[in-house]
């Protein structure tokens, strides 16, 4: 029987003809595990857009919980939240009324006009590492130009010390590899990833300490001054909002800056039109489309609902293979080739709804120059070893990718 196996390899190197294969066969179904999932576009979306479908894995009931999706993590998660009376989980994982107060609480801090002022500091930040390497030598555009320019971002968002930059990479990597379901996971990477929480913890304890005494116009002493009336963030909110935010703010945009590099260079014709014509916001949503760097997202359901004639019951676990609806032809005119002028495109990677992403503007604001700064100062570029993916299946993306640069 065909089903989802995230323990398959393919689905960090190769997924996209798994996706399609799922997707064309068993759009709808149940894992052995107790999972639900679904493939196509339109049931993705249903989901998504649906106020009753919950992004809290505690509402998932006990009987409809995969066995080896965290089980034993979600359970000491539940208890710890009844025996104190406090959740201050990220608002990712929260839903309305919570979402709603804590994300609107943070979008008074994340506004527009903040994230459309660091257009500058971005093309700054990319032309340096892109005129480094025109020497024509090989470098790794994961590290070197996908990491370095979203990591420097949002330390600048943030007001993070330009010497704590370097410590953040295996921290946030560590927390990424952690997202993956616990089965799929050595002990050593449980180990890590909740190492890394703490690490994040008692650092941003320090610096809104400081923020306190000394605030400033960064966006971690908007986060402390940010309230509705008398309300405001915890202690615990502040703390798991700065690692979502410092997480989200790089991780993501890391892997669809290198998956977009992939991309071009396997499509010389998009890339030549996008040379000729310029990065534009419709652009940078096929190559999102195309990357795909979040490739799945789960729901609680909470109220039966009906996919091609199966009926998935109230208080299930489901998947969304966002990888997958990305690619269906019901929606996508020839959906595996890249169209860098392909408009509308209703492509599901910042997801939908009231948990689309918060950072959306700024991952696309990123994208974008980028890629238009590499272009303005350069003819080509050219790929020169196999690229190598870390084994992450849901923040999926380059563990590595070696470039030349020709002036």
């Not at 995969?66 to 994982?93: C, H, K, M, Y």
């Not at 979203?150 to 921290?171: G, K, N, R, T, W």
Request: aromatic share 6%.
């Amino acid at each position: 029987m065909l089903y989802w196996d995230p323990s398959d390899p393919a689905w960090s190197t190769n997924p996209g003809p798994l996706f399609d294969q799922l997707r064309e066969e068993v759009p709808v179904h149940l894992t052995p595990d107790g999972a639900w999932v679904l493939a196509r576009h339109a049931d993705c979306l249903s989901v998504l857009r649906d106020k009753s479908s919950s992004s809290d894995s505690l509402t998932t009931h006990a009987d409809k919980r995969p066995r080896s999706f965290n089980g034993s993590g979600r359970q000491a998660e539940r208890e710890l939240i009844e025996q104190t009376g406090v959740d201050n989980r990220p608002f990712l994982f929260r839903d309305p009324p919570d979402h709603t107060r804590l994300r609107g609480l943070v979008q008074r801090a994340f506004t527009p006009r903040r994230v459309n002022e660091l257009a500058p500091f971005i093309a700054s930040a990319a032309g340096r590492v892109i005129d480094a390497h025109l020497d024509g030598g090989t470098f790794d555009a994961v590290q070197d130009l996908a990491w370095s320019v979203p990591v420097a971002v949002i330390c600048e968002l943030l007001d993070i010390p330009a010497s704590d930059h370097s410590s953040f990479q295996d921290q946030s990597a560590r927390l990424a590899r952690g997202l993956d379901p616990d089965f799929l996971l050595t002990e050593e990477d449980r180990a890590t990833r909740d190492g890394a929480i703490l690490h994040f913890i008692s650092y941003f304890s320090d610096l809104y300490a400081q923020r306190r005494a000394h605030p400033g116009d960064d966006l971690l002493s908007a986060l402390v001054a940010a309230r509705d009336g008398d309300d405001a963030l915890s202690e615990g909110e502040l703390l798991t909002t700065a690692i979502l935010l410092l997480v989200a703010g790089h991780e993501t945009t890391m892997n669809l800056i290198s998956g977009s590099l992939l991309a071009l260079d396997r499509d010389h014709d998009a890339q030549r039109a996008l040379r000729t014509s310029g990065v534009d916001r419709v652009a940078v949503d096929e190559l999102l489309r195309m990357v795909s760097p979040v490739q799945l997202t789960a729901r609680t359901i909470l109220r039966d609902m009906t996919f091609d004639g199966q009926t998935i019951p109230e208080g299930s676990f489901v998947l969304l293979l966002v990888g997958a609806a990305n690619r269906d032809p019901d929606v996508f005119d020839d959906p595996t080739r890249l169209q860098v002028t392909r408009d509308p495109n209703p492509q599901l990677g910042f997801g939908f709804g009231l948990h689309h992403c918060l950072g959306a503007p700024l991952a696309r604001l990123e994208a974008q120059i980028v890629l238009q700064e590499l272009f303005a100062r350069t003819s080509s570029y050219e790929i020169v070893s196999p690229p190598h993916y870390r084994p992450n299946i849901v923040l999926r993306g380059l563990d590595r990718l070696d470039l030349v640069l020709h002036p």
